[in-house]
């Protein structure tokens, strides 16, 4: 990682434009049954997807600008990226649910 590529992981826009150039180009958007792709309309449910990495980001001054950038693979090759509010009352409440049972699956799996 270059000197500039660590300095633009500090701000989440910077972050987020890093995983789009890195091939995280979807933007998933939390849905009941688990997230959508919105350039294919399909719905990916906890087993069909692992979180590649996430990075958060805290507001000096304010609760409410505390983030999560997770960066999503899918099984059939999609990559992007899901934002949620965290620690409070912002954090989207489908977001956190899916995100639990993905890692509860992934603490599950056997590891070679």
């Given amino acids: ?6 300095i633009n992981m500090t701000t989440m826009v910077g972050c987020m434009n890093k995983l789009h150039a890195d091939g995280y180009t979807e933007n998933f958007v939390a849905k009941e ?3 959508e792709a919105p350039t294919n309309q399909k719905v990916y449910g906890p087993t069909e997807v692992k979180i590649a990495n996430f990075y958060r980001f805290e507001g000096e001054s304010d609760p ?3 983030a999560i950038v997770y960066a999503i693979e899918t099984n059939d ?3 992007g990226m ?3 509010s965290y ?4 954090a989207n409440r489908k977001i956190s649910q899916f995100i639990t049972e993905v ?5 599950k799996e056997p590891h070679t």
Avoid: Q
């Fill in 87 to 90: 620690g409070g009352p912002y």
């Fill in 82 to 84: 899901l934002v949620d």
């Fill in 77 to 79: 090759g999609i990559k």
């Fill in 64 to 66: 409410a600008d505390n």
């Fill in 1 to 6: 990682m270059t000197p500039s590529e660590k």
């Fill in 33 to 35: 049954k688990g997230l």
């Fill in 103 to 107: 890692e509860d699956i992934t603490k």
